[in-house]
């Protein structure tokens, strides 16, 4: 593992695709931060692997210089799980959008977060699907009006910030590309933390989205966690400041176990080597087949 | 003297017949008979009823045999729940336990009279020698080594060993419900001798494996760095093995949260550059789909296990049908082809997984192998297979000059491109599900799509000229000809021999690669063929229409096939060859009659 800070650049990251976002989307500002986190971290690019799922965000492995795989709707999670269990070695970035992580990918999240995979999730929360034209997502508001909710939305929409604590992630946060140094921040202190990392961020859909949830009322409205006093080391203060995730937009660090507990890749790591020292050859295999009778 | 005995026996769940079973045939096989013992259970987690049967012959043993030269009925209501899985015929000896108070003369047998029936008092000989009845299973052992003139001291061996843990009291028990169950048999010998011929001085043991097991096994020697599955019957002893085994080897086994991510798990695997594999049966092959259809767009190499079962849905999950060859071959939306492999038996499923292996790894594709419950859960004698006459393929890794400028999708001559992996300097590439073009980058071009579709189906063409995947027996030019796949390939042999010895000119195809379909080789095959079967354990005739689809299959072969839990046996398949030969020889005449 090479980690010498300044031996990339942010643009060193950047790959030659031309997004296909809409000019204004919340997601150029996400691509960005994760840039400067990378070059922050110093690992280079080859050894970055970066998964995701469907949706618009979920081309960002794209635009990045890392290895990416823009894989199947819903499944980022699993396929990150399986690079990272067969080469622990690898520095593997997950993202998608809150249809991706939370609709149709909502059952893998609680397993990824108890295996406790040393992976860093990222979800980019529009509270509406972009892709398909502004369809309801599951973080849209009640009430909120869209092509498949013509006449108002009548269900309440997940907590991704209170589900994921809830879990037992040990690194929860959240940004906003409206604070472009505190999203870069809060995404390298996630890639840093040992352990599976969530970071959802409010990344507005300049097209289909609400005028109200735009970067302009972000930048006025967001509060950092930091400024109110918020003890991140303490799961239930940071689950009641989640309470308010659709209420008020929080930035910062929700919660950092300052314990981490162990990583399933590192466990693995040692299982195999521990139990690989006495390794047969995989050519004698059929032994074991061997009736134990004497005859 | 028989050189060759089918044994079937049933009783409640704790009576232990399917552990008497494997006794015996672990004996056998130390001995070096050749065995197959397949096991079926009631639909109950624990307790309900459960039978084995055995066949024992000092040849080779192409199926699990019918109708039972032995019947062991421990309890006749539990006997009789297994119906065609435990046939009594008219030359079978049938044993049951006399405190049953059934005649002899009035077994509740329908339609056929067995020939002798022994009412024993097994439960009485066990309370007497072991104080109690656990003890049934070793009487029954004791008096089948009396019966089949086995010798004693190697099927004791293995009980000994069975109850090693289990303390001396236990085991001393043991050995004197054996005995008596032993001096009961010589004291009442049966009319007819049901001795297994001995063997040749010198026949060396025989591997013990089932075909579950088996693929495990395969997996690792063909180089399995990581697994990834979700617990499903009847493949689940797949992931059981590997749990236990592939640690030693370097590798991982993931138990995910369902059968999605399971795949998933093993995508990602192969992505990171390690050979993977799953393992599952119908109802998660039905959610792998969306995984395997992003293996071949992405052109990642995995291997996807489907011990076939009864479906549609739920279906009957204990019991062995191959009804999934369609979705094998279909599940997937766009223009897909991927290969589909299917072992035959115990020790084909070893050959045939590393196989598989290869070829992912060659073709850079997922490929499914349809094992089924039949072969997956039955034990079978194996002779040593010689590992050294098989290769094991890896991927084609990029050089470096070829990392210069690197292209993951390069369209090449052979549409097989370089693949790299994560940690490779210069290999950086986006793998997708999206289309693609040479360097990686999503595109919606029309052009780009299907030269891509192109090249992902070419590079498979080279697997249609692979003449060692196809198994023909039987004269080149017999007029009447079988088909059959799976574990009804060994249903089919044997018919194909007893057919041969009677005179009968038939030849025998067994595909193991089922997919894409081999023109030329059903095409060669099909030259001579006027009348046939294509023998199958599924309602439709999954491989008869599929062959229809692709090949010009003559008009007189015909399906025999039927849904799974009713095995086809060779005495059918036997049955209607014999009237295709006579409907061969009228033709013949008539068309030799002077024509008026």
Redesign the interface.
Known sequence: MSTSPAAFKATAFRSE?KPIWCPGCGDFGVVQAIYRALAAIGR??????F?SG?GCSS?I??YT????????HG?A???????????P??LVLVAGGDGDGFSIGG??V??AVRRNVDLTYIVMDNQIYGLTKGQLSPTSPRGRESVTSPYGSIEDPVNPLLYVLAYGAGFVAQGTPADMSGLADVIEQAIRFPGFAFVNVQSPCVTFGQAEAQLRTHKAEMKKLADLGHDPSDRLAAMARAQEYGRALHTGVFFRDPTPRPTYDAA?SE??AA??S???S??Q??D???????? | MNSDLVIGMAGAGGDGVVSAGESLM??A????YHAILTKSFGPQIRGGESSCRLRLSTGPVLNPGAPLDVAVALNWDDFLRFGAELPVGGRTLVLYESASGVAPDHLPLAGVVPAEALPVPVGALAREAAGTEKAKNTVVLGLLAGWLGLPPE?IL??VR?KLARKGAEVLAGSERAFAAGLAYAGAHPTRETRHLAPLARGTA?????DGN??CA?AA??A?C??F?GYPITPSTEIMQALARDL??????V?Q???E???L???????????K?MTATSGPGMSLKT??L??ATI?ELPLVCVNVQRGGPSTGIPTKSEQSDLFQAVFSAHGDVVRPVLAPTSVADT?VVTVEAFNIAEQYQTPVVVLSDQEIAQRKET?D??D?SRLTVVERLRPTAGELEDYARFRLTDDGISPI???????????????EHNEQG??TASGEMHARMNEKRLRKLDPLKERADLFEVEGPADAPLGLVAWGSLAGTAREARRRAAAEGLRVKLLVPRLLYPVSEAAYDGFFRSVQRGLVVEQSHQGQLFRLLRMFVDVPRGVERLCRSGANPVRPDEVLGRLRQMAMALQRVREAELQPQE
């Open positions: 695709l280079p690019p080859h050894e970055i692997a998964v469907i081309r492995p794209g210089t890392a290895y990416g795989f823009n894989t199947v499944r999670l699993p396929i990150a799980q399986g690079i990272k269990l067969a080469s070695e690898l059952g893998h609680p397993h693995v299982r195999r139990m690989a006495a390794a047969p995989r050519r295999v059929l074991r087949f061997r009736p134990k009778l004497a005859g | 672990a004996a096989a130390a001995m070096g190697a061996d293995g060993r043991a025989k591997l013990l494996a097991e088996m096994a690792i020697f180089g760095e990581f990834g640690w030693r080897y370097g590798g991982t993931l995910a949260e369902d999605i991510a399971g998933g798990a093993v995508v990602g695997a192969s992505f990171a550059g390690k993977a969306e995984m259809g992003l992405a070893f194996v040593p297979i590992t790299s992996h994560p940690g490779m300097p210069g290999g950086n590439y986006l793998a997708a599900g999206i980058a999503p």
